[in-house]
C-alpha cells in the first residue's frame, strides 16, 4: 500500500485508540542501511505537523547523518542540544548524550548524561514523545536494561509516548515489545533473525516469509498494529 495512503491514516489513529487520546508505543526492527531511520524520522515530522507533538530523540552515536532528515517546516534542521530543556518555543529536539571516546570513564559519563535527560523528562504530565535511537545500545552498553523496563511499564501514565528503534531484537527488553502495539519491521538479514521479529510479531509461522520477502532495495517494511492484527507492506 503506497506511504501516501497508508502515512497520513496511521498518524490520525496513532495515540488514538478508539479515538481517545492515548500514549501508544512504537518499535522500529531492522538491519542498518534498511531505512528504519529515515521511516522514523518521516514518522516524527509528520506527527510533529499533525500534532504540534513535542519530541525528544535521543542520540548516543558520535555522528548520526541519519539524523539530518529531521527538519522543522521551515526546512531548518532540528535543534541539537545537550542540556536540558530545550530553548522556548522549540518542541522537537535532538539530545546529543555523545560518549568522547571508548574508555570506561567516556562510557560513564555517556550514561550519566542519559540518566539526567530520563530524570528531567519522568515527570507527571510530561506529555511529549520520547526517541529511542538503538534501544539496545542502552540497554547493553550502558546497562541500563532496569530503567528500560521501568519507562515501558510507566510511561503511559505520565503521557509519554515512546518510540525506539534497533537492529536486532536479541537482547532488548521484552517490554519494548510487549507494550508496543504499533511494530514497522523490515527485511532482517537472515531466516534466524526473520523467526525472532515473526514471534514478536505475534505469528512465527506466518510472518517469516513475509518477512524475508520483503524487497530491501525498495526499502519495503511491515506495519502492524497488534491490538486489532491488521498488518499492511508499505515503503517511506
Same mark, same amino acid.
Given at each position: ?16 485508540p478508539g479515538g481517545k487520546r492515548m500514549p501508544e508505543h512504537l518499535e522500529i526492527l531492522g538491519p542498518n542501511g534498511s531505512g528504519k531511520t529515515y521511516a522514523q524520522d518521516v514518522i516524527l515530522m509528520m506527527r510533529a505537523a499533525a500534532r504540534e507533538s513535542s519530541i525528544v530523540l535521543l542520540s548516543t552515536k558520535p555522528k548520526d547523518e541519519s539524523l539530518d532528515d529531521l527538519v522543522y517546516p521551515d526546512g531548518k534542521p532540528w535543534k541539537? /542540544?545537550?542540556?536540558? %530543556?530545550? %530553548? ?5 529536539? /535532538? ?39 538503538? /534501544? ?51 527485511? %532482517? ?43 499492511? /507492506?508499505?515503503?517511506?
Amino acid at each position: 500500500m503506497p506511504w501516501d495512503q497508508i502515512g497520513p491514516e496511521f498518524i490520525e489513529l496513532w495515540g488514538y485508540p478508539g479515538g481517545k487520546r492515548m500514549p501508544e508505543h512504537l518499535e522500529i526492527l531492522g538491519p542498518n542501511g534498511s531505512g528504519k531511520t529515515y521511516a522514523q524520522d518521516v514518522i516524527l515530522m509528520m506527527r510533529a505537523a499533525a500534532r504540534e507533538s513535542s519530541i525528544v530523540l535521543l542520540s548516543t552515536k558520535p555522528k548520526d547523518e541519519s539524523l539530518d532528515d529531521l527538519v522543522y517546516p521551515d526546512g531548518k534542521p532540528w535543534k541539537t /542540544i545537550t542540556h536540558w %530543556p530545550p %530553548p522556548y518555543g522549540v518542541d522537537q529536539v /535532538i539530545f546529543a548524550a555523545r560518549a568522547k571516546g571508548l574508555s570506561t570513564a567516556a562510557r560513564a559519563e555517556q550514561r550519566r548524561k542519559v540518566m539526567d535527560l530520563l530524570n528531567e523528562i519522568w515527570v507527571k504530565d510530561s506529555n511529549r514523545i520520547f526517541v529511542l535511537d538503538e /534501544i539496545g545500545y542502552l540497554q547493553q552498553e550502558l546497562n541500563l536494561r532496569t530503567h528500560l523496563n521501568t519507562m515501558y511499564r510507566e510511561a503511559r501514565a505520565l503521557g509519554l509516548t515512546l518510540v525506539s528503534n534497533t537492529q536486532r531484537p536479541v537482547g532488548t527488553t521484552r517490554y519494548m515489545h510487549s507494550e508496543s502495539p504499533w511494530k514497522l519491521a523490515f527485511r %532482517p538479514e537472515d531466516e534466524d533473525d526473520a523467526r525472532r521479529v515473526a514471534e514478536i510479531l505475534g505469528n512465527r509461522r506466518g510472518y517469516v516469509d513475509v518477512l524475508m520477502n520483503l524487497d530491501a532495495p525498495a526499502h519495503e517494511f511491515l506495519m502492524l498494529y497488534s491490538k486489532t492484527g491488521q498488518a499492511v /507492506i508499505t515503503h517511506v
